[in-house]
């Protein structure tokens, strides 16, 4: 027995060492399994202290029945062998932390069907109609979990996915639906007596762990968020060649499709409450912000510089995907308006061009010109990044307009 260190030093092996370390074992066993070669111990000697990067001392029996040259196909053959125990290493790992998850999921909607919407449906606390605009189609969610469970236990990946994927636009619809069963819950807790005391009585349950409905009703939308991931991963650590691929791949587009949709739908409600933010701003109902179609970018102090010499004017700017507002702050003594801002322009962007004007600042902050047919606009800042960002704004929603 030898006894020998062949790398030294405290740096992790890289691949190439890792390379390296192996061809020299597999030679090491060519060499005893063959006997001595010519050079006797003295070869193997120098075989077990060669070092990554010089096997020139390297010496191997002529009479092997495996020849150094066929060693590379091994290698290979055992690296394509090794690279696939990995993914389904990894696969194994997805699939058992997707089913468990997938447990705690169906036990967190059970507590909402079994404590609430089951309850309800048997007392008549609530009238049908806003029992179904509050909960939705959270007993048909379930189900389709439910369903994907018991195919995930039994291993039938590819099964589970296509009966799972005929459910997804559940999601779509739950999102859509989501904003009006929170508007109506609370209401019925503002005004329905019973249905408030209900539902505290509920809450303070032990399986509810201090959470209250409204914590529990955005839960399937997150398990959509989850799915997105666990799907991809599957994916990615299943072989193109196998019966489940494809089942995969078109489930994957499936959840990214119902995830867009589900982003959009909240993007819109976001953007939503900015127009009816800025709209109640804004004194008077002159300037009209709440226009279908229209999209909120951001919004600033900036400086507007005058043509003709004048002091600087420091209004505030709300940049939309169609026009530029700007305005500045009502009298602070105003009885009504004290807190509102009073529109004093509205530029559309079509007829908008934005340049960068540089050498007015030095290097602190800088100006914008924007042009429009009849009147060019020249606004400052101190902030070099501040400027930036605007300039980035503008040039894009102008060329979003043109496009």
């Known amino acids: 027995m030898w006894e020998t260190e062949l790398f030294r030093g405290n740096s992790a092996f890289n691949e190439t060492a890792d390379l390296m370390l192996g061809l020299v074992s597999l030679m090491v066993f060519l060499c005893l399994m063959q006997g001595p070669c010519a050079h006797g111990r003295e070869c193997r000697r120098k075989l077990l202290t060669t070092v990554p990067g010089s096997f020139t001392s390297l010496c191997i029996n002529p009479d092997s029945a495996m020849s150094a040259s066929s060693l590379p196909f091994v ?3 055992n690296t394509v062998e090794d690279q696939r125990a990995r993914w389904e290493r990894k696969r194994s790992r997805t699939a ?3 089913l468990e998850t997938e447990y705690k999921y169906l036990e967190q909607l059970d507590l909402v ?3 609430f919407v089951t ?11 806003v029992l179904e605009t509050i909960f939705g189609p959270l007993e048909s969610l379930y189900s389709a979990s439910h369903v994907l469970s018991l195919h995930l236990e039994k291993g039938n990946l590819g099964q589970g996915l296509e009966i799972f994927c005929q459910s997804l636009d559940l999601y779509g619809h739950y999102a859509e639906n989501l904003e009006q069963a929170n508007k109506t819950l609370k209401e019925q807790v503002n005004k329905n007596k019973s249905f408030r005391k209900f539902k505290k009585l509920q809450e303070t349950r032990p399986q509810f762990q201090g959470r209250e409905l409204e914590d529990l009703l ?25 019966a489940n691929y494809q089942k995969l791949a078109k489930t994957v587009k499936s959840v990214y499709e119902v995830s867009q949709w589900v982003q959009d739908i909240f993007d819109k409600r976001e953007n939503s409450l900015q127009l009816l933010r800025i709209q109640k701003l804004l004194k008077g109902q002159k300037t009209q912000v709440l226009t279908s179609g229209r999209w909120y970018i951001r919004e600033g102090w900036l400086s507007v510089v005058p043509s003709k010499g004048e002091e ?3 209004r505030m700017f709300f940049l939309f995907s169609d026009i530029l507002i700007a305005a500045k ?6 009885l009504l308006n004290s807190n509102k801002l009073s529109c004093q322009a509205v530029y559309p962007l079509h007829q908008c061009s934005v340049d960068k004007v540089f050498g007015h600042t030095w290097s602190q902050g800088g100006l914008l010109s924007l042009s429009f047919p009849h009147k060019t606009l020249l606004l400052m800042t101190s902030s070099q990044q501040e400027i930036n960002d605007w300039y980035r704004s503008l040039t894009a929603a102008v060329r979003q307009l043109k496009a």
């Not at 309850?119 to 109609?129: E, H, M, N, R, S």
């Not at 702050?329 to 105003?334: N, V």
């Open 312 to 314: 600087l004017k420091r």
């Open 119 to 129: 309850i309800l449906k048997a007392k008549g606390t609530l009238k049908p109609a």
């Open 113 to 115: 069907l079994t404590y």
């Open 329 to 334: 702050p009502c009298h602070p003594l105003h």
């Open 218 to 242: 955005p839960l399937p939308l997150q398990r959509l968020h989850q799915y997105k991931h666990f799907f991809r991963d599957l994916l990615e650590n299943t072989s193109p060649d196998t």
């Open 75 to 77: 290698v290979g053959a």
């Open 96 to 98: 058992k932390e997707l």
